[in-house]
């Protein structure tokens, strides 16, 4: 069962403005990678449903994450079936986001009350997405569907839609304030904060101090 509400994660991730997007088959580099994100200031995680016995890695990090970091909010990604939409629910997911849009996992979500976050990439997607329910849409891929301005043009129209741009975000200065300038209310970020190279070397510290720098960034460029 999901430890925070759906309006407590639309809440943090407003505030945050930078979702993490992760997944490692290894438990334990996971858990070196969440206190790394959350040591730099972000208390919510994306762990990403992409490799085999995905599902298992997620149980034993929630309730890992629960004893060592009972602030942070963990949901899953990656997600595009109802199922697997259940199945994360009752693993304790906080909020579900998905690449497409998917209405059963939408009945899903509404009905145990968790926040789902379809992928869009048209204003007639977004529009139904919000008929389902949908606070948050994810546009992806991000740079793919048209960039910051798919965004700002989608904005004009319907100023009260809450956008979250995936894929081709990156975490300096010009690249954030392009999307928050256009109306992101928040940005999901994967291998381009969480490197590879970070990864391999280990270097957790280097990865907090990393992800306190671009989180001090989105906070000045929102404050503008």
């Known amino acids: 069962m999901a430890r925070f509400t759906r309006t407590d994660v639309i809440v943090r991730m407003r505030e945050t403005g930078i979702i993490p997007i992760f997944y490692h088959k290894d438990i334990e580099t996971c858990r070196n990678v969440i206190k790394a994100s959350f040591a730099g200031g972000l208390k ?75 992928g869009c990439g048209s ?51 010009e690249n954030l304030k392009s999307w928050y300038d256009a109306g992101a209310v928040c940005v999901g970020m994967g291998s381009n904060l969480i490197t590879k190279d970070i990864i391999a070397k280990k270097d957790w510290d280097g990865l907090s101090e990393k992800i306190a720098a671009t989180l001090k960034i989105a906070q000045t460029l929102r404050k503008k």
């Open 44 to 118: 919510v995680f994306e762990f990403t449903n992409r490799g085999d016995f995905a599902h298992e890695v997620f149980s034993e990090l929630n309730k890992w994450a629960e004893k060592e970091v009972p602030e942070l909010i963990m949901g899953v990604g990656s997600v595009v079936d109802a199922g697997t939409t259940s199945l994360y629910i009752q693993l304790g997911a906080n909020f579900i986001v998905s690449p497409l849009l998917n209405a059963d996992m939408a009945r899903v979500c509404n009905r145990r009350k968790i926040l789902w976050t379809p």
């Open 123 to 173: 204003v007639s997607e977004i529009s139904y997405a919000e008929e389902l329910g949908a606070d948050i849409i994810k546009i992806f891929p991000g740079s793919s569907v048209g960039g910051p301005d798919f965004i700002k043009s989608v904005k004009g129209p319907c100023p009260w839609t809450s956008l979250m741009p995936t894929g081709g975000v990156e975490p300096t200065i």
